[in-house]
């Protein structure tokens, strides 16, 4: 198993730009996530997705938006990215943990985005 | 509104020490807590959660802790490694348990 994969692993953005940061998952998990990562900071959800064909906003969506694709891909897309949208950028997928209430999250190796 | 916050901001060790990593959080309802290994360049990855009625769970050399009624936790790490270098982060869920809330990593430093 891959686990959950992210491309690409770098980007470089001109202010105005658009890309889609795309994340795959092989671990037949519903749930999917994005959060950014800034210094200083804790991670912070962008979007989350809680089964194939359902997206919400999380805590900090403006300026993306997202499409589950189907149950193994969750793409991240900046339709005109802005300075304050560098950032590290993480994809994760959760599952329930046996024998418990609690969902373990698994997170891929992350984007790194510059927007100049 | 929910808070992590995480003790010390950084910290450096000499290999083969222990050291105690603090954690308090503000986080309502309670779920669940966990903590992260994240290393350089690298996404997070879980060590252990722990739920409301769990004192203290161990992975390896890795020992948490949790006071629920004080809202605090610790990680201890037994017997450091190089390989520890790197961030640990505290994390608690709350609501149904998918809702995450972050604090910001202790950045754990291990030298010869």
């Known amino acids: 198993n891959a686990g959950v994969t992210q491309t690409p692993k770098f980007q470089v953005l001109k202010t105005g730009q658009s890309m889609t940061l795309q994340c795959a998952q092989d671990?037949?998990?519903?749930?999917m996530y994005w959060y950014r990562q800034d210094p200083g900071m804790g991670l912070r959800l962008i979007y989350y997705?809680?089964?194939?064909?359902?997206?919400d906003k999380g805590e900090v969506p403006n300026g993306y938006n997202v499409s589950r694709l189907n149950k193994r891909e969750f793409s991240l897309r900046l339709e005109s990215a802005a300075p304050s949208q560098t950032s590290v950028y993480f994809c994760?997928?959760?599952?329930?943990?046996?024998?418990?209430?609690?969902?373990?999250?698994?997170f891929g190796p992350g984007t790194r985005l510059t927007v100049t | 509104k929910n808070q992590v916050e995480q003790s010390p901001q950084s910290l450096i060790i000499l290999e083969g020490k222990n050291c105690t990593l603090q954690c308090n959080y503000t986080v309502s309802p309670f779920s669940n807590l966990r903590w992260y290994k994240q290393d350089t360049g690298r996404g997070p990855v879980s060590l252990t959660i722990m739920t409301f009625s769990e004192n203290t769970k161990s992975n390896g050399r890795y020992t948490a802790t949790l006071d629920a009624d004080t809202k605090q936790s610790s990680l201890h790490i037994t017997a450091s490694q190089l390989s520890d270098s790197a961030s640990y982060i505290c994390v608690v869920s709350s609501g149904g348990g998918n809702k995450l809330t972050f604090g910001t990593g202790t950045q754990l430093k291990v030298e010869l």
């Open positions: 994760a997928s959760s599952e329930r943990v046996r024998d418990s209430p609690s969902y373990e999250q698994y």
């Open positions: 671990m037949n998990h519903n749930s």
């Open positions: 997705s809680a089964s194939e064909g359902t997206t």
